[in-house]
């Protein structure tokens, strides 16, 4: 296996204008959960964890950072706790916001990482801050993004904390189905000696990434899309 910056760079490069339609809200999705049960809410929750790609860009960058399978562990079960409080509490309390907004932010978190990854901090001068406590933050900002994605369907009020759980179930079972082959290729890259191109490369998509998902949800805020 060869990694170069340049052909990373193309690669990745490409897929940027791809990220930003990963998990739209669709009619289709919404005819699933009114005909489906609540087997409708998991397979829709693990969908857009699965086509989330903010989500799992972000949780990239964590995994990146870290060597360890125990604290890839601890650091995702941080994140998980966040992501599921927000979650089910903002849906379940009917605390919402504009998702262009929420998603604007969740797409800071994406630079965050990429940005910290790099050594970004170090260069200018300041300390990183705790990452266990910044991944627990990024988490419940990133739950509150998947509520606003579940308030965006009719659910009803019949089986209301059903569906809300069932969809949450469905997120985590996204998230594990995602990270597995994200753990195993950055477990693999690390063999090779071209892992610090591969590392720098992947984290300055990340920065790159983040930067192009802000403004696009900042234009569809302005613009109302």
Not at 78 to 90: M, R, S, W
Request: charged share 10%; aromatic share 16%; with cysteine.
């Amino acid at each position: 296996m060869r990694f170069t910056t340049r052909g990373l760079f193309s690669v990745l490069l490409f897929l940027v204008p791809l990220l930003a339609f990963g998990h739209e809200v669709s009619s289709a999705d919404q005819e699933i959960l009114r005909t489906g049960g609540l087997w409708a809410y998991i397979r829709v929750g693990a969908t857009h964890m699965l086509t989330g790609y903010d989500h799992l860009l972000f949780l990239t960058g964590v995994i990146f950072y870290l060597n360890g399978f125990k604290d890839i562990l601890k650091f995702i079960t941080v994140f998980t706790i966040g992501h599921c409080i927000t979650l089910i509490g903002a849906t379940y309390s009917s605390i919402t916001a504009n998702e262009h907004l929420v998603d604007a932010v969740i797409a800071l978190s994406v630079l965050y990482k990429g940005f910290e990854n790099l050594g970004g901090f170090d260069k200018i001068g300041f300390k990183s801050p705790n990452l266990l406590l910044m991944v627990g933050l990024f988490g419940l900002i990133h739950g509150f993004g998947l509520s606003t994605r579940l308030q965006s369907f009719d659910i009803g009020s019949e089986q209301f904390l059903a569906k809300i759980l069932c969809f949450n179930l469905g997120v985590e079972v996204g998230q594990v189905l995602a990270l597995i082959p994200i753990v195993f290729i950055i477990t693999l890259s690390r063999k090779h000696a071209q892992f610090p191109a591969f590392y720098k490369a992947i984290n300055w998509y990340l920065v790159l990434a983040g930067i192009g998902l802000f403004f696009y949800q900042m234009y569809g805020y302005f613009n109302g899309h």
